[in-house]
């Protein structure tokens, strides 16, 4: 019974969408899960944009990378520019929003299970440039991916580059 109830209050948003007006504010929240490469590990994300124009929006974006022998956390300021298909005379086109979008931020990284002697963490300066697709499933409720290039002009325990791709996001605006 429980699982009816969370169910239909998640899915209760997507029943009164019909097209026309956005949502009521311009914040949103996004989480997602994939991975990096390069080091390899799992990856989870959050982000908080907020729209200044329908195209437009910055925000802080948290990237945290897991794995057996390390952690990465990399906490950016993002700005975005999202390609608004929404006028569009095609129908297919006009839920689907590509983005591109450039951050600047650090990196942090602590290494797991090292001897007392050794550090075993760091912290770079880092930017990243990125890409990706929303498709809009209601005025509130969107699904996406993204892919980020990490840059990191130091020296992160050996690397100065991290590829990371979020699989699978989900967005909700306020």
């Known amino acids: 019974m429980r699982w009816a109830i969370a ?37 989870l994300s959050i ?24 952690t990465i956390v990399a906490p950016t300021m993002n700005a975005r520019y999202t390609f608004d298909f929404s006028t569009s005379d095609h129908n297919e086109f006009r839920r689907i929003r590509p983005s591109v979008e450039f951050g600047t931020g650090f990196a942090y990284a602590k290494l797991d299970d090292v001897p007392s002697f050794i550090d075993d963490d760091d912290i770079e300066f880092m ?41 699978a996001g989900l967005r909700y605006q306020f």
């Open 7 to 43: 169910f239909a209050l998640m899915t209760a948003p997507l029943a009164g969408w019909a097209g026309g007006e956005g949502p009521g504010t311009p914040l949103s929240i996004e989480t997602g899960f994939g991975f990096t490469a390069d080091p390899d590990s799992f990856l």
């Open 47 to 70: 982000a908080l944009p907020w729209e200044i124009t329908n195209e437009i929006s910055v925000g802080p974006v948290v990237q945290l990378g897991l794995d057996d022998d390390y």
């Open 127 to 167: 930017m990243n440039f990125g890409l990706g697709a929303d498709y809009q499933i209601s005025r509130s409720w969107a699904i996406g991916s993204r892919m980020r290039f990490n840059i990191i002009p130091g020296d992160l325990f050996g690397e100065n580059f991290i590829y990371s791709w979020e699989v």
